[in-house]
């Protein structure tokens, strides 16, 4: 396995080999990327994992001064796992040299709900990078997770509308043995916050219980999920929204793919986490 940090050295690669799969990730790796990595070895004759904490995609007063980087940890995870043929692994003056960068993907109005209302440009900057990542490494396909349902949907529909050449390969959600959902900002979780987190696995849970029981109520299920959490002491529950799973806009009492959604602040931690429900 290598470890390469310059475009070049990348796209000399490149030029030597196969198919390709794709993980993009930001690194702090977990058994959730793991997932992505074992569903990309599957995919192609090659597998690349990116590791770049993306700046343009961190609102101001967001956590990326903090956000855990961890290359030497996540080198030997995935070094152990075995099959993955480069990590690349760029500065931030090998992908922006010109600190601005002035050509910038902006993703239609879908992705100024739900996340994109709280953290205004996100997508630009998710879309933008990957993007970049994708002209670069030039992949057959590429891997991203549910867990970032609507992450999932601004990349496969960008890849649709610009018709670019790859394909998008989406991965089921790891979770822990209690349902949370496995993300590298657990990490800042203190312990009774760890025991707490959980909580939105269940809320989620009992939403899809009761759709599937013929609820159809979507605003009261969410209120009494907010109200829950707020007695609980979560915080800053930006929303928890049922949506159409394949247009991510609101749910009609006769749609069929479903996909709750949620995001909500435990101490100075924002979670996010979703399920889908299928009434076909
Ligand atoms: P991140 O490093 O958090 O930007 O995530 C990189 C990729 O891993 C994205 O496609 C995420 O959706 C995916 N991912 C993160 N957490 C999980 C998880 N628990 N299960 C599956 N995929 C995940």
Same mark, same amino acid.
């Given at each position: 396995?290598?470890?390469?940090?310059?475009?070049?050295? +990348?796209?000399?690669?490149?030029?030597?080999?196969?198919?390709?799969?794709?993980?993009?990730?930001?690194?702090?790796?977990?058994?959730?990327?793991?997932?992505?990595?074992?569903?990309?070895?599957?995919?192609?004759?090659?597998?690349?994992?990116?590791?770049?904490?993306?700046?343009?995609?961190?609102?101001?007063?967001?956590?990326?001064?903090?956000?855990?980087?961890?290359?030497?940890?996540? &080198?030997?995870?995935?070094?152990?796992?075995?099959?993955?043929?480069? @990590?690349?692994?760029?500065?931030?003056?090998? +992908?922006?040299?010109?600190?601005?960068?002035?050509?910038?993907? /902006?993703?239609?109005?879908?992705?100024?709900?739900?996340?994109?209302?709280?953290?205004?440009?996100?997508?630009?900057?998710?879309?933008?990078?990957?993007?970049?990542?994708?002209?670069?490494?030039?992949?057959?396909?590429?891997?991203?997770?549910?867990?970032?349902?609507?992450?999932?949907?601004?990349?496969?529909?960008?890849?649709?509308?610009?018709?670019? *050449?790859?394909? @998008? +390969?989406?991965?089921?959600?790891?979770? &822990?043995?209690?349902?949370?959902?496995?993300?590298?900002?657990?990490?800042?979780?203190?312990?009774?916050?760890? *025991?707490?987190?959980?909580?939105?696995?269940?809320?989620?849970?009992?939403?899809?219980?009761?759709?599937?029981?013929?609820?159809? %109520? #979507?605003?009261?299920?969410?209120?009494?999920?907010? /109200?829950?959490?707020?007695?609980?002491?979560?915080?800053? @529950? %930006? #929303?928890?929204? /049922?949506? *159409?799973?394949?247009?991510?806009?609101?749910?009609?009492?006769?749609?069929?793919?479903?996909?709750?959604? @949620?995001?909500?602040?435990?101490?100075?931690?924002?979670?996010?986490? *979703?399920?889908?429900?299928?009434?076909?």
């Amino acid at each position: 396995m290598k470890i390469i940090h310059t475009i070049a050295e +990348l796209r000399a690669w490149r030029k030597t080999v196969g198919t390709v799969a794709f993980v993009p990730t930001m690194g702090s790796l977990h058994a959730g990327h793991m997932s992505l990595i074992h569903a990309a070895k599957a995919a192609a004759e090659h597998t690349v994992v990116s590791i770049f904490v993306n700046r343009l995609q961190f609102g101001q007063g967001e956590d990326f001064d903090r956000y855990p980087r961890t290359l030497e940890n996540d &080198a030997a995870l995935i070094a152990e796992q075995g099959g993955v043929d480069v @990590i690349f692994a760029p500065d931030e003056k090998e +992908l922006y040299p010109n600190v601005i960068q002035q050509y910038q993907v /902006t993703p239609p109005a879908i992705a100024e709900e739900l996340c994109g209302a709280f953290r205004p440009g996100h997508f630009r900057g998710v879309a933008t990078v990957v993007t970049k990542l994708f002209n670069i490494v030039e992949a057959d396909i590429a891997c991203f997770g549910k867990k970032d349902f609507q992450q999932l949907f601004v990349i496969q529909s960008m890849v649709k509308d610009l018709n670019m *050449n790859i394909q @998008i +390969l989406p991965v089921d959600t790891g979770r &822990a043995e209690d349902g949370l959902a496995l993300s590298s900002r657990n990490a800042f979780l203190s312990a009774d916050q760890r *025991n707490e987190a959980p909580r939105l696995y269940h809320h989620l849970s009992r939403m899809k219980a009761a759709i599937e029981a013929g609820d159809r %109520d #979507y605003s009261k299920l969410a209120v009494q999920a907010v /109200t829950d959490l707020r007695v609980r002491g979560w915080h800053d @529950i %930006d #929303y928890v929204d /049922t949506r *159409n799973a394949e247009t991510l806009k609101a749910a009609s009492n006769t749609d069929h793919k479903l996909v709750i959604l @949620i995001a909500a602040r435990i101490g100075s931690t924002r979670l996010i986490d *979703n399920i889908e429900v299928n009434l076909d």
